[in-house]
């Protein structure tokens, strides 16, 4: 593998603030700031975090999965005082979802390692599982291959309620593997297919859900790395978070009042909102007749509403203490909660997630606590041969494709090769033929105006048809050199397709399915660095 760095400004001017022009204003610490790693470890080391608790249900929860000796010593090192963690997170999508959902493993991993060496204490990679979002088609598809362009293929089920946590949402056997079968079968057989199927049908279970199919996967993919998971759904979990729960129950109007006031004052210097929010919303969710109802707080009555229920806050209180497994956090509340639970040196962030931490700085120093160091994630485009010899052969710029795309670089080809002569004539003609009609028009008005509509009908149905010359002509053009204009495809579908980065929609299988399991570890095992660059791998 060779791999190059790109440095591409995002379409985002608070992250291209953040990232390139080392602007930390909106957080407390900037990544690429070594003098900022210890100055939040110390700050770290001066709180209190339930370790102990904390990594007796990590061990609990992950046993199911295989446990590595690797695994072993991070939940040992969670337990100790000077240890502190590299976390970040992502929905639990079916085959692990789009790349960038791997991409955040490696860079938890690589981060991991780097903050270990500078601080030479002991550092624990975990990954954070949105087992409690319930937005289903954000996790019951991947995109297969058909005819070389990439299209959407859903997992369809029937659910039990329509906002429940995926978590809580099982998969059928034998209608996953059905689809998984589909899936590889879009993908081309190779001489590693058998092997990654045999891989993913020993991840499957008769009982699981999205979020222990996912967990299942990442774990055997990187459990030699010491990697942590997390479901942030999971029960036992909640018993730990009671506390915090507390704490955001009594303060939820002022949290909503100060992500508003941080809200207006970015807006103010020209930056747009991530989270939607009113004044009215309490930034939790509460769990009733199986599925998840965001909380509204009146003001006026000092009532908290879960649809049609309303609450005291006393009485939430009491069904925190009862019940925490009912409640869940919210886009807001999230961030708070990890940091509440671990040590966190360093939260992994993709692009939107940048932007919507900035507005969660006066809630954490509401809290008294700081946010943790916010690190770019690992940005990578997988080059394959084929579509590299399509770029040298077009000569097109890579780093021009990841930005912009392909389809003006296809339109401008197309045009080089239209018969400028054809469009001339066409068009002269098109205007003597309007001429023309145009002295008809004048006669016939005078003589009938109910005539007039016939000419208008006329007319276009003419110029449509030179029109439709014109495009025939194209189409020829399209035909003749459909070899070139494929490369052109191909290029956009491998490294832009539906205008963004390729692992935004891509899925780690396809690689797995084209360079065999060992992909994913010859990958990881690169020498990257979370510094806010684009990655190519030329495969």
């Given at each position: 593998m060779e791999v190059i760095q790109l440095q591409l400004a995002s379409k985002n001017k608070l992250v291209n603030q953040y990232m390139l022009n080392n602007d930390a204003s909106l957080f407390h610490y900037h990544f690429q700031k070594e003098e900022d790693v210890f100055s939040r470890y110390d700050e770290l080391m001066k709180r209190d975090f339930p370790r102990k608790q904390l990594a007796e249900h990590i061990k609990n929860y992950m046993q199911k999965f295989g446990m590595s000796s690797q695994i072993e010593q991070s939940i040992q090192h969670l337990k100790e005082q000077d240890s502190v963690v590299v976390i970040g997170g992502q929905q639990a999508g079916l085959l692990t979802g789009p790349l960038y959902t791997i991409h955040k493993v490696f860079s938890i991993i690589h981060d991991a390692k780097e903050k270990k060496k500078i601080l030479n204490k002991p550092v624990v990679p975990i990954f954070w599982i949105a087992g409690e979002d319930h937005d289903i088609l954000e996790v019951n598809h991947v995109y297969k291959l058909n005819d070389g362009m990439l299209n959407?293929?859903?997992?369809?089920?029937?659910?039990?309620h329509k906002k429940q946590m995926v978590s809580k949402v099982s998969l059928n056997k034998e209608q996953l593997i059905a689809w998984i079968q589909d899936v590889f079968a879009s993908f081309g057989?190779?001489?590693?297919?058998?092997?990654?199927?045999?891989?993913?049908?020993?991840?499957?279970?008769?009982?699981?859900?999205?979020?222990?199919?996912?967990?299942k996967i990442i774990n055997s993919c990187f459990k030699e790395y010491g990697l942590l998971l997390v479901d942030s759904a999971h029960p036992e979990?909640?018993?730990?978070?009671?506390?915090?729960?507390?704490?955001?129950?009594?303060?939820?109007?002022?949290?909503?009042?100060?992500?508003?006031?941080?809200?207006?004052?970015?807006?103010?210097?020209?930056?747009?909102?991530?989270?939607?929010?009113?004044?009215?919303?309490?930034?939790?969710?509460?769990?009733?007749?199986?599925?998840?109802?965001?909380?509204?707080?009146?003001r006026k009555n000092e009532r908290v509403y879960a649809g049609e229920n309303s609450f005291a806050k006393s009485d939430l209180l009491h069904m925190v203490e009862e019940t925490p497994e009912k409640f869940s956090n919210n886009v807001v509340t999230r961030p708070l909660m990890q940091e509440f639970l671990f040590p966190t040196l360093s939260f992994i962030a993709g692009p939107g997630e940048i932007s919507y931490w900035a507005e969660l700085k006066k809630i954490f120093e509401f809290a008294e606590i700081k946010m943790p160091i916010i690190v770019p994630r690992i940005n990578i485009t997988y080059l394959e041969r084929n579509i590299e010899s399509d770029l040298n052969d077009l000569r097109l710029n890579i780093e021009n494709v990841l930005i912009n795309g392909v389809e003006k670089d296809k339109h401008n080809f197309i045009e080089s090769l239209k018969d400028k002569a054809i469009e001339e004539t066409v068009e002269t003609a098109r205007t003597e033929i309007l001429a023309q009609y145009e002295k008809v028009y004048e006669k016939l008005r005078d003589f009938d105006k109910g005539m007039l509509p016939i000419i208008d009908k006329n007319s276009n149905f003419i110029t449509n048809q030179l029109d439709y010359l014109l495009l025939k002509t194209e189409d020829a053009i399209k035909r003749k050199y459909h070899i070139v204009l494929n490369k052109y495809d191909r290029i956009g579908e491998a490294l832009y397709p539906f205008s963004g980065f390729q692992e935004r929609c891509w899925n780690i299988f396809y690689f797995l399915n084209q360079y065999g399991l060992e992909f994913i570890n010859e990958v990881c095992d690169e020498k990257f660095s979370c510094n806010g660059n684009h990655y190519v791998i030329k495969l």
């Open positions: 959407k293929s859903t997992f369809e089920q029937k659910l039990r057989e190779t001489s590693y297919t058998k092997d990654v199927l045999s891989f993913i049908h020993d991840q499957i279970d008769e009982e699981m859900t999205y979020t222990e199919f996912f967990a979990l909640r018993k730990i978070e009671q506390s915090y729960f507390k704490w955001m129950v009594e303060n939820g109007e002022l949290v909503t009042d100060l992500l508003l006031e941080q809200q207006q004052e970015l807006a103010n210097e020209g930056y747009g909102n991530m989270i939607d929010s009113d004044k009215d919303n309490f930034q939790l969710f509460y769990e009733q007749q199986g599925e998840r109802v965001l909380l509204q707080y009146d």
